[in-house]
């Protein structure tokens, strides 16, 4: 896919962009505001990356500008400003996904991809499909195989929000974030630990494990046989 | 003195307030002798108007009796008393007949006989000479052709005329005296006292913050002024001291694992070239990163929130949804340490907050409570779950979100020592942590307008963040809190 990044530091970028292309995605750069505007309005790209705070153009403005043109690319914020209020004036703003500085290269990587799938029109479905697992958004069960497993609320939002980002890396962040609404880190590992017992639930017992680790990122749920 | 001088000396307080004082004295000074005059001398004019009237009635008695035989005997009479009246007959023809005044000035009244009071000047016989003196008379013509005059010398009013004008005068100089003196006292006492703050002032904004303004133990206005400024400072000494430790401990907690880091870092450069090697330091090396900012972060947070300025929206919330999510959430975390989390909550529990910081906060307690109340590899006496408790209730206007665990807890002199920041008690510095997970969530409490308490759980810590509770329950549904990010359900 096509990512552009506006973002000021130039090296930065530069590690990004690189990022972003071992990961298999073709990346523009724009190092202040108004050349971002630009490239932005050209179009064609599948997700913007967007500092904050950028000189000639404040980041934020650019994102008000396209969503005002009726632009839906999907913008992944970047910023310094980490505060609970700083997301919200973000996201108001028309942002998709917010991301504080210092972040880990796993972590941006993640949310680009997701946001990136957000804009096709796959996840409107009302059932989910895993290999034999499969989950019913409308009934609120999950079976594998012909066998139903009973989830626990929570559970069942943690896998919804995995399996509609199937074949994704979806980091411990995002599931604070999407699942239980939590915008800050906390210093123990509790979303291992609800991963580990949905795994348990789902994996358990099964030859083929769809719920995967994936080291330094996340997790990953999908049916690809390794 | 220079003009300079003079104009300084003009503007001080002292100098106003004795204009003032001057100017205000005076003016009630000159209404008072004004009236006291005006009044005594009406007064004066009416008791002179009556003795001549009482006079003259008496003396036509005497003439229409006894002729002007009887008339002048009687005038001869009156006229050798004692503060006697001034009194003067003529004849048709003008000769003076009887009387004890010399004579008139030219151009005198005695032609008008008209009875009504005239003011003149007579000559009155002492001894050898004719003395003028002032009066005030009434000429009456008496039948015969005969004229009288009866008059009252005006000396005496016009003597206590002068004494209100010499009082008046005595009393300029009494008010210019008395201005004087305010002006010296409230230039001496009081503006002394004025300067002697801003002199202290001056002192501590020059870096002796320990200085305090001096308090007399009068009592008075400038003692409260220098009491409140005195609190105040020491308020801003605190400040200024609790500045300089987080400035030192900031120095500590950060610097101490940019030391490790660096060094980690250096040792595998002078070492063997190997990739593996490279990987693991690299690895440890952004696990190094990434405590320090989460360090940093919590740092900045708080220095945000104590000064009041987080930015973060205040809304209407129900603190048992947010205990109720937080222990869904850690529900798992605790049973997998080998506890048991025991929850009671009794909704609902208005406050005006931030769920994201409130959650935070509970989050940090509970997370304190599984390092602290459930240590790896100890079991409980008798195999059972050690519980980690949270509790949401109210209490009268408080909302009260307790979180208690049953490891060792703190002893109850460390209690106010441990919600500083970086203060790691003894027995938490093997375990891992910044030691800002205390004063973070003290912070917000603070900020909520609440406050941390810590207890002691018997066994364990039972630490309680205590937050107002809100007033009115219906701003809950007018302020729709913009929470488009949650996932329905």
């Known amino acids: 896919m096509r990512v552009l990044i506006i973002e000021d530091d130039r090296e930065a970028a530069s590690y990004l962009a690189k990022g972003l292309v071992e990961a298999g995605h073709s990346v523009d750069h724009a190092p202040d505001g108004d050349a971002g505007q630009q490239l932005a309005e050209a179009g064609g790209y599948d997700v913007l990356v967007v500092d904050r705070m950028l000189p ?78 499969s989950l019913d958004r409308l009934t609120h069960t999950v079976s594998r195989g012909n066998q139903e497993i009973p989830l626990q609320p929570r559970e069942f939002r943690l896998l919804e929000y995995m399996m509609q980002h199937a074949g994704q890396v979806v980091t411990r962040t995002m599931l604070l974030e999407n ?31 769809l719920l995967q680790t994936i080291r330094g990122a996340g997790y990953m749920i999908s049916d690809a046989a390794e | 003195m220079t003009p300079l001088n003079r104009i300084g000396m003009i ?96 151009g005198s009244a005695m032609d008008i006989p008209d009875g009504q009071p005239v003011h003149v000047t007579y000559y009155r016989l002492d001894g050898d000479q004719a003395l003028e003196y002032d009066a005030i008379v ?10 009288m005059l009866v008059g009252r010398d005006i000396a ?71 009491n409140s400024l005195n609190e105040m400072l020491a308020r801003i000494e605190a400040l200024m001291i609790g500045l300089k430790e987080v400035s030192d401990d900031i120095a500590h907690d950060l610097k101490t694992p940019l030391n490790r880091l660096r060094t980690r870092l250096e040792a595998t450069l002078r070492g063997p070239a190997d990739a593996t090697v490279y990987r693991d330091a690299i690895a440890a090396s952004i696990g190094e990163a990434d405590q320090l900012i989460q360090v940093f972060d919590a740092l900045l947070r708080i220095a945000r929130m104590e000064a009041g300025s987080s930015g973060d929206e205040m809304v209407p919330l129900d603190a048992a949804e947010i205990v109720e999510d937080l222990a869904d959430l850690y529900e798992p975390v605790v049973e997998d340490a080998g506890g048991v989390l025991r929850k009671a909550v009794d909704g609902p529990l208005p406050i005006a907050g931030n769920r994201t910081l409130i959650s935070q906060a509970l989050a940090n307690l509970i997370d304190n409570a599984i390092k602290y ?13 050690r519980p980690v408790t949270i509790k949401g209730l109210r209490e009268g206007d408080e909302i009260r979100l307790c979180v208690a665990d049953s490891g060792p807890g703190i002893p109850e002199a460390d209690h106010a020592r441990a919600l500083q920041r970086f203060v790691r ?65």
Request: proline share 4%; no cysteine.
């Open chain 2, 156 to 226: 005496e009013r016009e003597e206590f005329n002068r004494v209100i004008r010499d009082a008046a005068q005595f009393s300029v100089l009494v008010m210019v005296a008395l201005g004087l003196a305010t002006w010296i006292f409230v230039s001496r006492a009081v503006l002394k006292r004025v300067e002697n703050v801003a002199a202290t002032s001056r002192h501590i904004m020059s870096g002796d913050l320990s200085r305090r303004l001096e308090v007399t133990g009068s009592g008075d206005e400038f003692d409260d002024l220098a």
């Open chain 2, 138 to 147: 009434r000429i009456y013509a008496l039948p015969g052709g005969f004229r």
């Open chain 2, 11 to 106: 503007r001080t307080t002292a100098f106003k307030l004795a204009i003032v004082y001057l100017l205000a004295f005076t003016g009630l000074t000159a209404f008072l002798i004004g009236y006291i005059s005006y009044n005594t001398n009406a007064l004066l004019d009416r008791q002179l108007d009556a003795t001549i009237t009482a006079e003259i009635n008496s003396l036509t008695e005497q003439y229409r009796r006894g002729g002007i035989r009887q008339l002048v005997s009687s005038v001869e009479l009156r006229s050798r008393r004692p503060g006697a009246s001034l009194y003067l007959v003529n004849d048709f023809s003008g000769r003076s007949i009887v009387g004890n005044v010399a004579g008139l000035l030219p």
């Open chain 2, 425 to 489: 008690l003894e027995q938490s510095r093997t375990l891992p942590g910044s030691g800002l997970g205390l004063s973070l969530v003290s912070a917000i409490a603070r900020l909520h307008g609440g406050r941390l308490v810590l207890a002691d759980a018997k066994p364990g810590l039972e630490v309680t963040l205590i937050l107002p509770a809100r007033a009115n329950e219906k701003k809950a549904v007018e302020d729709a809190h913009d929470r488009g990010e949650r996932p329905a359900g």
């Open chain 2, 373 to 385: 109340g459930l240590p790896a590899g100890e079991d409980a006496p008798g195999g059972e779950q």
């Open chain 1, 179 to 209: 699942v239980w609404d939590y915008h800050f880190d906390p210093q123990t590992n509790v979303i291992d630990v609800h991963v580990s017992r949905l795994r348990a639930k789902i994996d358990k017992g099964f030859e083929r494990q």
């Open chain 1, 56 to 133: 000639k153009r404040d980041g934020l403005a650019i994102i008000e500008d396209l969503r005002r043109r009726q632009d839906r690319t999907p913008v992944l914020i970047l910023s310094a400003l980490g505060q609970v209020d700083d997301r919200v004036k973000g996201l108001r703003s028309g942002g998709d996904d917010y991301l504080t500085k210092p972040y880990a290269f796993s972590e941006l990587l993640a949310r680009v991809e997701v946001l990136a799938r957000r804009n096709q029109p796959s996840s409107v479905e009302t059932t989910y499909r895993v290999g034999d697992l």
